[in-house]
């Protein structure tokens, strides 16, 4: 009888569970590798916890192969007889170019990586995410400035969730990144086309302003 209770305590009802669950999500992004246990608690009540989340007019997405799940906005109806819409629990943030950017060119990334059939963490150093962003950025006179401006969009996007800062190693210099892949959420092929078409533009703009400073 004691173990039976011994056993009771340790092992958490499914309504605490499902508690900590929807308070997670409804705070952050759930990981896989983040929470084992809360992840394993994700897949066996998942129906109520969809359910649960309707009320508030959002969905669960979840991944399991990529180990990762968020909530988002439902999409808004289109139809006009439908009811009225429900405030947005889940904000959504403009993003700046360089952010955009950047975003972009870790997907593209993350598509060459998981073509080349290696590991499952794509990881990459500070200075491999300056010389991706650095070719499309415009020329200056200040290269430790531009590197301050790298970095800062460096930071928005981990704090956005799509970058995670590694622990350096002792000595080590500015440490490495690991890119999340629930990128692949966020950035699908139509949004990177899109961008892909801004973008174009934008270095257009750029070479033609190279081009006129150089003759003048």
Do not use: C
């Amino acid at each position: 009888m004691e173990e039976e209770f011994a056993n009771a305590q340790t092992t958490p009802a499914p309504e605490a569970d499902l508690s900590v669950l929807l308070i997670s999500l409804l705070k952050s992004v759930l990981y896989r590798d983040g929470d084992e246990r809360l992840w394993a608690a994700l897949l066996n009540l998942q129906a109520r916890v969809r359910d649960y989340v309707a009320v508030l007019n959002l969905e669960l997405m979840l991944d399991e192969a990529e180990g990762y799940a968020f909530l988002k906005s439902r999409p808004e109806p289109v139809d006009d007889d439908a009811p009225p819409r429900l405030p947005r629990l889940v904000a959504r943030r403009p993003l700046s170019f360089p952010v955009s950017l950047l975003l972009a060119l870790l997907r593209r990334k993350l598509a060459e990586f998981d073509a080349s059939g290696g590991d499952t963490r794509l990881v990459l150093s500070r200075d491999d995410i300056v010389e991706l962003v650095r070719l499309f950025l415009p020329d200056g006179p200040n290269e430790a400035k531009l590197i301050d401006q790298i970095e800062t969009t460096i930071n928005k996007v981990v704090e956005l969730g799509f970058l995670h800062k590694l622990k350096p190693a002792a000595g080590a210099g500015p440490g490495n990144y690991e890119v999340r892949r629930i990128l692949k959420a966020f950035v699908d092929a139509q949004w990177l086309s899109e961008f892909d078409a801004r973008l174009a533009i934008y270095q257009s703009q750029l070479s033609g302003s190279k081009s006129l400073r150089e003759n003048q």
